[in-house]
């Protein structure tokens, strides 16, 4: 649950947002002046607080410079009159979240509150990365033992002391911004806030302003100035999201704040001297942007000065029993239920899985897993096809048969072939659509470029084809081009 404490003395504002914000998952405290704001903010432990700026009593600018002294993470909304833009200004310079203009528009009043309750959640859920040993009582980790990981523990650990700049790079669904969040959790950084930017999501012409603010005037629609999130999270860390979609001109910018820590506001020219920790992902192959000139060369290589990549989950299938174990742990804690275990076909079909998703995709398919499991024990027909297809019979959960071919699968379990036809036809009948030899040929496709990092001919090599072939048969089942390397 979400803890909202509003400070107005307005009644009917009070009354409006015990409206708004009558939800199960809100817990809305009032209080009517600045000096009862300040007294409540220890005993209620808000996620966020959202202020008038004109009260009685002490005005909202000098309550918000008090809290600042004691608490410099917690989120602060302030609400503004109209024509009276200045002081939001002032407020955002002393550290808000952002503002709100009265009267508000409750989409936008929603907008931006659920906004600021993701940025409280960051800054207030700590990510563990020391290797999870044996205990069992960790809520938010990052979940991996294997070497890979060991070694991303290792940086996250020695970035944490430091105040270098990193670069977090990897597929979809890595953990990108896990780590982001443990780096910071972790550095001297930690009492400062952290503010995620994703550069995907905001339009382009948007980015910089929201990054380094605007001057009035500034372009059509920039009625007043605005600050940006690296002036007001001066101190803190910023997290760039998806930086490899960034544009050329905002890159620029970017360069001189980690250079000289300066920058101008959109159509301004006073420089503003921020210190400010970067930490950017990407899950697009910087080098390959870099060779096009849609990157900037010197940008990617201040960026680079420490790079986590982190791995691909086929490339760490030691990790995924425990992933499996710590997400059915999480769903049912959060639906007060007991947590279901798996059966070893089950686990061995999510062993052999690809995962072109990795993480997320494993998180979604437990999650699925614990809503349709009928008893307390997941099964493998309760997992969806494309992880059942991928799956081969567990070890020792078979007997060879006399004469059969024998080879091994991809997550090295002996693979009888006899047994694999009965279980694909199995597979078969549950599905009377499914055209067997096809769905079997693109997921021995997908495994064998999996297996070879994307390269095409030795995943050829390795089923037995000629490149040509391979190349149609990746074209004829839409296999992702991420999976191959040309
Ligand atoms: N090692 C891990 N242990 C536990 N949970 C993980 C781990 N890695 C990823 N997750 C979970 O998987 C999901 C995806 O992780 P995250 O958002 O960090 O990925 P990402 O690399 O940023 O992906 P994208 O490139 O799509 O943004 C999140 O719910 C995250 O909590
Ligand atoms: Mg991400």
Not at 404 to 431: C, E, I, M, Y
């Amino acid at each position: 649950m979400d803890k909202l404490l509003l400070i107005d003395d307005e009644e009917d504002v009070q009354y409006s947002f015990q409206r708004i914000f009558d939800s199960p998952e809100i817990h809305l405290t009032t209080a009517a002046s600045g000096e009862e704001g300040l007294k409540l903010i220890p005993k209620v432990k808000p996620d966020l607080v959202i202020m008038d700026v004109r009260m009685g009593g002490i005005t909202g600018l000098e309550t918000l410079r008090r809290l600042r002294e004691t608490n410099a993470k917690l989120p602060v909304i302030m609400m503004t009159a109209y024509g009276t833009t200045q002081t939001a200004i002032e407020a955002m310079k002393l550290g808000a979240y952002d503002y709100l203009l009265k009267p508000f528009d409750v989409p936008k009043l929603k907008e931006i509150v659920f906004g600021a309750l993701k940025a409280a959640r960051d800054m207030r859920e700590v990510v563990s990365y020391e290797p999870l040993l044996d205990s069992e009582d960790y809520d938010l980790g990052i979940v991996g033992r294997s070497e890979p990981m060991q070694s991303v523990y290792k940086l996250i650990g020695q970035l944490a002391t430091s105040d270098a700049t990193a670069l977090i790079t990897g597929e979809s669904g890595t953990g990108k911004e896990l780590v982001a969040r443990a780096i910071y959790n972790h550095s001297q950084r930690a009492e400062q806030p952290f503010i995620a930017i994703n550069c995907a999501a905001i339009p382009e012409n948007l980015l910089e302003s929201e990054l380094f603010g605007h001057e009035r005037g500034a372009f059509t629609g920039a009625a007043e100035r605005r600050i940006g999130k690296f002036e007001q999270c001066n101190f803190g860390t910023i997290f760039l999201d998806e930086i490899g979609d960034m544009s050329l001109t905002t890159q620029t910018k970017i360069l001189r704040v980690l250079q000289s820590g300066t920058f101008e506001r959109v159509g301004g020219n006073t420089p503003i001297q921020v210190d400010v920790r970067i930490i950017a992902a990407t899950n697009k192959p910087l080098e390959a942007a870099v060779a096009k000139k849609e990157f900037r060369e010197d940008l990617f290589y201040r960026l680079n000065v420490v790079r986590i990549q982190m791995p691909p989950l086929r490339e760490r299938r030691d990790d995924i029993k425990l992933l499996a174990g710590y997400f059915l742990r999480k769903f049912a804690r959060t639906h007060k239920q007991k947590a279901k275990s798996i059966s070893k076909d089950a686990l061995a079909a999510l062993e052999a899985h690809v995962w072109p998703g990795n993480v997320r995709e494993l998180e979604n398919v437990i999650q699925r897993a614990h809503v349709v499991a009928k008893s307390d024990v997941v099964l493998m027909s309760e997992l969806p096809p494309e992880v059942m297809a991928g799956s081969f019979p567990a070890k020792g959960a078979t007997k060879t048969v006399a004469g059969a071919a024998t080879s091994p699968t991809a997550a090295g379990v002996p693979l009888d072939v006899k047994t694999l036809g009965q279980t694909l036809f199995r597979w078969a009948r549950n599905d009377p659509k499914l055209k067997i030899i096809p769905a079997v040929e693109r997921e021995l496709v997908i495994q064998a470029l999996a297996e070879c990092h994307g390269n095409q001919v030795q995943a050829a090599k390795l089923l037995g084809i000629t490149r040509a072939t391979l190349r149609k048969r990746v074209q004829k089942f839409g296999i992702k081009k991420e999976l191959t390397i040309e």
